[in-house]
């Protein structure tokens, strides 16, 4: 990978409040935000209000994991079987999201997730997931890259419930 993009989360379920800010080389070339129903996305300077779709998405990821919201999908979930990914025992899991699909990589060993991938444009993409630490009280895979962006992604904190002052969505 060419560098780290630095991410932090900040999340309070409970008030749907979420703030995802990325670093790179020490400066935020990347902002979402999440309050009251309204997403916006700040990059390059430029402010945005999402679409519905992406709020929802968002929305659908406040637990952090995306596993409690499949939960409540379990007839959009097919088990496939057992194979490796990136070296390890897996078993993996296809996930259908209104025709789009996922496959889902779960280490026999540990159960975390190790690695997703789909397909966008005629392209497959697969992101992996590794080196999980306690972070804000949860187990989280620090980095995270996929086979289009020559970087990586690196969790720096994640503030599970945190007190968000509304003040930070003006």
């Known amino acids: 990978p ?13 008030k749907k409040m979420y703030i995802q800010t990325w670093l790179a080389g020490g400066n935020v070339i990347n902002e979402t935000k999440l309050y009251n129903g309204t997403a916006t996305m700040t990059q390059m300077g430029q402010t945005n209000e999402m679409e519905e779709e992406g709020v929802a998405k968002i929305t659908e990821g406040l637990p952090l994991y995306d596993e409690v919201s499949l939960l ?28 789009n699909i996922e496959k889902r990589y779960y280490s026999l060993e540990s159960g975390y997730l190790l690695g997703k991938s789909s397909t966008a444009n005629d392209r497959e993409i697969t992101w992996t997931y590794s080196d999980y630490k306690e972070i804000g009280g949860v187990n989280y895979p620090s980095k995270t890259k996929n086979n289009v962006m020559p970087f990586e992604f690196e969790v720096l904190n994640i503030e599970v419930n945190a007190k968000i ?4 969505f003006k």
Do not use: P
């Open 2 to 14: 060419q560098g780290a993009i630095k991410i932090i989360d900040r999340v309070s379920v409970k």
């Open 72 to 99: 409540s999908n379990l007839d959009n979930i097919t088990l496939l079987g057992g194979e490796f990914f990136n070296g390890e025992k897996v078993v993996v899991m296809e996930y259908n999201d209104n025709g």
């Open 165 to 168: 002052k509304k003040s930070l």
